[in-house]
T-cell receptor, first 111, second 114 residues
């Protein structure tokens, strides 16, 4: 079945460490998105990409980086510059008018 | 610019009672509107969508929503709540482009009392 796979499901980061969250889709969707979810704040857009080798900053891009070298993959790196990275991270893709398809999320915790 | 306001961060209903979750939108272009449901520690699942066809939209799990342009609203309803409906619900708006990003509301947590 087609879908979006996020890995790992749980991730622990030490202070000052960079970590990369994986997002892979086999839906042949052009656009992909990364959101951060904190309790009571809904979903906030970090980065998005509408085509391979191109991406744009969202509302809270500071401390994060992405790449889009393949249509299927849109990894997110949480850098040491992100001072409060503990959150639930969601990846999504879109093609056509059906809204987003979401992955199951990665919960990142700073230890 | 587009935005979504969900009225009520927490809603509690009794099992079998009507569910009404409120969503108002603002959009400078004809909107596409969506409702998503999220269970704990999971991604979001699409419940239903409005894409400029019928104004009364039926979705999964017995939910429906009505697009009211004059009221800029897209409220989600279900005639009879079930315990399994307890979850967080998000309303979202986008423009009509196939790759337009969605703007989400802050969510409404629905509790269902036995």
């Amino acid at each position: 079945d087609g879908g979006i796979t996020q890995s790992p499901k749980y991730l622990f980061r030490k202070e000052g460490q960079n970590v990369t969250l994986s997002c892979e889709q086999n839906l042949n969707h052009d656009a992909m998105y990364w959101y951060r979810q904190d309790p009571g704040q809904g979903l906030r857009l970090i980065y998005y990409s509408q085509i391979v080798n191109d991406f744009q900053k969202g509302d809270i891009a500071e401390g994060y980086s992405v790449s889009r070298e393949k249509k299927e993959s849109f990894p997110l790196t949480v850098t040491s510059a992100q001072k409060n990275p503990t959150a639930f991270y969601l990846c999504a893709s879109r093609s056509g008018y059906d809204g987003y398809t979401f992955g199951s999320g990665t919960r990142l915790t700073v230890v | 610019a587009q935005s979504v306001t969900q009225l009520g961060s927490h809603v509690s209903v009794s099992e079998g009672a009507l569910v009404l979750l409120r969503c108002n939108y603002s959009s400078s272009v004809p909107p596409y509107l969506f409702w998503y449901v999220q269970y704990p520690n999971q991604g979001l699942q699409l419940l239903l969508k409005y894409t400029s066809a019928a104004t009364l939209v039926k979705g999964i799990n017995g939910f429906e929503a009505e697009f009211k342009k004059s009221e800029t609203s897209f409220h989600l309803t279900k005639p009879s709540a079930h315990m399994s409906d307890a979850a967080e619900y998000f309303c979202a708006v986008s423009g009509s482009g196939a790759t337009n990003k969605l703007i989400f509301g802050t969510g409404t947590l629905l509790a269902v009392q036995p």
